[in-house]
Nanobody, 122 residues
């Protein structure tokens, strides 16, 4: 599966951005996720979504501010990011997996898209 991410940019604290990730193909057990890596830090989980049914999982640091969704017809997942904080600044990468469960980690994902930079200024 090939993934194409877009939507990063520069935004002021408190602002919003929406990231998109389009997959070359999907299937019923498919899952997509977003991870981020800030300068000097390890990659961390942000959110995942189960393609069938739309169950989602969020990191505590973004819960209530970010929302992951998908458009099945467009093979696209979205990450709506609201109330952005400077600590959200990172390269955001989307990933795909053949299954979904709550608590997935990056090692569960076998396809990765090129990251997109999100910069939140204070």
């Amino acid at each position: 599966v090939q993934l194409q991410a877009s939507g990063g940019g520069l935004v002021q604290a408190g602002g919003s951005l929406r990231l998109s990730c389009t997959a070359s193909r999907t299937f019923s057990t498919f899952a997509m996720g977003w991870f981020r890596q800030a300068p000097g830090k390890e990659r961390e989980f942000v959110a995942t979504i189960r393609w069938s049914g739309g169950s989602a999982d969020y990191a505590n640091s973004v819960k209530g501010r970010f929302a992951i969704s998908r458009d099945i017809a467009k093979n696209t997942a979205y990450l709506q990011m609201n109330s952005l904080k400077p600590e959200d600044t990172a390269i955001y990468s989307c990933a795909a997996s053949s299954w979904w469960y709550s608590g997935m980690t990056s090692s569960d994902f076998d396809s990765w898209g090129r990251g997109t930079l999100v910069t939140v200024s204070s």
